[in-house]
């Protein structure tokens, strides 16, 4: 098989990567457990902005840090990439910026969409495998 | 477009989409801030075997309650399915089941993977969305 390489993205090739895709993960303590769920995103301005409903349990986690991550997976899983943004989360409140976001993002779980969220990265991780030559630097 | 259903799975029928592709995502708690993996993983006799090489971040989660995470999403984010398993990691420590398992669980990443750990699933949910006929219950 051919070998491939691990390697790190930096911050604005990850955030190109998230923006590439449109369903992410965001990640979150709920009743002190560990939460994830699956959502739209877009990446704009260099933030990622999601949607969620009123009810949802994630309206736990405004006002802390979450994690968001996205991957793309392909090849027999021999390939891909994934990203990791963390950050604070936010609910948008200005009524011109949450019509513009409800116009662009279209939740993947259809619902009453009630909030726009904002996750301002302060830490961005990726990285991506790739195939490679034989003998080259890094190649497992 | 076509309406779409969203349909909440059972125990048994989430665990075995679960099994059924082959990243998915460990999430947990490092340094009390929520953490995000992809990992390979399987599903055997109702559990989820991952491995993790001895200086990762998630050998923090040993001893602790994680969330797994797998989805499928498909046609333009129109239709899928999404899997979350919550209960506690393991590191396994029985020497037959260990080697049994590094046979048949390659990893996504490429690196040197001493650890196989073991999620009991306590929580299971798991939802699909589906095209449905205009007018069916629950269309949307």
């Not at 990850?14 to 979150?28: D, N, Q």
């Not at 560990?34 to 990446?43: E, G, K, M, Q, S």
């Not at 949802?56 to 990203?83: N, Q």
Request: proline share 6%; net charge negative.
């Amino acid at each position: 098989m051919t070998p491939r390489r691990f390697q790190e993205l930096s911050r604005e090739e990850s955030l190109r990567r998230l923006g590439s895709v449109r369903v992410g993960r965001i990640v979150f303590s709920h009743q002190a457990l560990p939460a994830i769920r699956p959502v739209n995103h877009l990446v704009d301005d260099g933030q990622v902005i999601i949607r969620s409903h009123a009810g949802a349990a994630l309206m736990s986690a405004l006002d802390t840090v979450v994690a968001y991550e996205a991957d793309f997976v392909a090849e027999g899983d021999r390939i891909g990439w994934s990203v990791i943004v963390t950050g604070v989360a936010r609910r948008l409140k200005v009524p011109e910026a949450i019509a513009r976001y409800e116009r662009l993002l279209q939740p993947w779980v259809p619902d009453e969409m009630a909030h726009v969220i904002r996750i301002q990265p302060e830490l961005v991780t990726g990285f991506s495998l790739e195939e490679c030559e034989q003998g080259e630097p890094g190649a497992a």
